[in-house]
């Protein structure tokens, strides 16, 4: 978000020459905002001659920032600042007050102004404070969008994940359907199909319940974690022979590089064990009849790259860019058959960025997916956080 | 029973298991069911051939794929009734119903079922526009 924010600026003093002093310091102030969306913010100025003529203003045009006189002609600054309030209008007040004394500021600040400024006000107190104010005011609304993106992202979560849940309760429903009417006739190959279709089913909930609850563990950072000197080595050719029972019904080969170890980390073992099946699952499940998996492991300084290469389907572009999303699975033909969850790599992406690492996939269709990962090597043992 | 025989129905579903179940029930009431789990091939079974009744699932390949079908059905053969099966639509923000003529217009299925669907419910509905 490095855009430029306009904030308004309401200036409301009696004094017109005040008023035109004021304008001229913060017509072109800019405001540079640090941080990750370094940005800036520039100002649009209006002015008022009184209270009643600035409510009126405020009620057309409300603006961010509010420069009030505390002595006004008629309604008075403070009983303006408590209109405002009870107006619920989110508004920053800076009072200026040429009796800027303990009590002013103190009255000043249990009706809601931001801050309080001494007349007569010298131009690099009045950009000082309106800079103070401008991050205030532009802190306080990413923080806001950000907790409401947040609501929208889980609102979503729960939506797909509900949505993924009832599809195999309907498929159940419907052969439990075929089921209840014993006069159906069914035959024992159909009736074979009906149990072992609705377990295969009841198994995909049961992973993805599982896969769901992982994942919210190591998001909330509630997941305890062991970091401990491991092997990698050891981790990968504990993984690389549990897949080879299924790689091997497909006939294919699964090969480890190097052939040896010890590859020292420090690490929480199940999480690396977590990164290797996920992968070498995906390997094995998008692969063709007779194809590899290769998985590599090269230590390179601080930095550690995990390679897992198939000769699969792959995937198009398209498909390759969202494969990390939650609940997103390369959707077509060639998958239609392929159980999964959709949250294996969500829960590989937020485990790599553990380790301070990163997750990529580079894939052709009917050639092959490559999935790297780079990990941090030394990598201090700290609670879990997404 | 209801009885259907010689009536035809297209069934669109990329739900496996849904399918197979349907087709069973189907089966029993005298359909003949021509089957299609991606949107392409249930277009090219619209182009192929002349069912009585058509059913299809909202979400496929495509968010929308069901819309889509709905289209080319009612453009293709604009007597034969279509039920739409819907899943959650809050995941693809597409918020819609068949109550007020508006909606009706733009969203060509003559009924609509939220999954997960019981099968008296399709029946039902099957029945009603047959």
Redesign the interface.
């Known amino acids: 978000m490095s855009d430029t924010e306009t904030l308004r600026i309401l200036i409301v003093d009696d004094e017109a020459a005040l008023r035109r002093g004021m304008e001229r310091v913060l017509r072109d102030f800019v405001v540079s905002l640090p941080g990750d969306d370094a940005g800036q913010a520039r100002f649009e100025i209006a002015h008022a001659a009184s209270a009643e003529e600035a409510l009126q203003a405020i009620d057309q045009q409300p603006p961010d920032i509010l420069l009030l006189d505390y002595k006004l002609p008629g309604l008075s600054g403070l009983d303006m600042l408590e209109r405002i309030a009870a107006a619920g209008r989110p508004i920053l007040t800076v009072l200026i007050s040429a009796y800027a004394t303990l009590e002013t500021a103190v009255a000043a600040a249990k009706r809601g102004a931001f801050d309080v400024l001494a007349k007569p006000v010298r131009p690099e107190e009045l950009t000082a404070t309106i800079e103070k104010v401008a991050r205030h005011l532009i802190y306080q609304r990413q923080a806001l969008s950000l907790a409401e993106e947040r609501k929208r992202v889980r609102?979503?979560f729960v939506?797909?994940l509900?949505?993924e849940l009832?599809?195999?309760?309907?498929?159940?429903?419907?052969?439990l359907?075929?089921l209840k009417d014993r006069e159906?006739a069914?035959g024992s190959g159909?009736y074979d199909?009906i149990i072992e279709?609705?377990l295969a089913?009841i198994d995909g909930m049961k992973k993805l319940i599982n896969d769901m609850l992982d994942l919210t563990r190591i998001e909330s950072g509630q997941r305890k974690r062991k970091v401990e000197a491991i092997d990698l080595y050891d981790v990968a050719d504990t993984c690389v022979e549990v897949a080879k029972v299924d790689a091997g019904e497909r006939g294919l080969a699964v090969s480890l590089t190097p052939d040896r170890g010890p590859i020292p980390l420090l690490a929480d073992r199940s999480e690396l064990e977590i990164i290797f099946n996920n992968l070498l699952s995906n390997a094995v499940k998008y692969n063709r009849e007779g194809g590899s998996v290769e998985v590599s492991i090269v230590p390179n300084g601080q930095q550690i790259t995990i390679r897992v290469a198939d000769t699969g389907i792959g995937m198009a572009p398209e498909e390759a860019a969202s494969v990390f999303n939650d609940f997103t699975r390369a959707?077509?033909?060639k998958t239609?058959?392929i159980p999964g969850s959709g949250l294996g790599l969500s829960i590989l992406k937020r485990i790599v960025a553990l380790y301070d690492g990163d997750v990529s996939v580079e894939s052709q269709p009917d050639i092959g997916t490559t999935f790297t990962v780079h990990l941090k090597r030394s990598v201090t043992p700290e609670p879990a956080r997404a | 029973m209801a009885d259907f025989t010689g009536k035809s129905i297209l069934l669109v579903d990329d739900d496996v298991d849904l399918l197979t179940g349907l087709v069973f029930q189907l089966k029993r009431l005298g359909f003949d069911t021509v089957t299609a789990e991606t949107q392409r091939d249930g277009e090219r079974l619209i182009d192929e051939t002349t069912p009585d009744i058509a059913v299809f699932d909202l979400m496929l390949e495509h968010l929308d794929a069901g819309f889509t079908l709905c289209h080319r059905m009612k453009r293709k053969h604009p007597g034969t009734p279509v039920i739409l099966l819907t899943g959650v639509t809050a995941e693809t923000g597409l918020e819609f119903d068949t109550v007020t003529a508006d909606e009706r217009s733009w969203v060509k299925a003559d009924a609509m079922l939220a999954k997960p669907i019981r099968f008296e419910q399709l029946q039902r509905e099957i029945e009603r526009l047959l």
């Open positions: 609102y979503q939506s797909i509900a949505h009832k599809a195999p309760l309907g498929a159940v429903a419907g052969y359907d075929i159906s069914i159909m199909q279709r609705s089913r959707k077509n033909e239609r058959h």
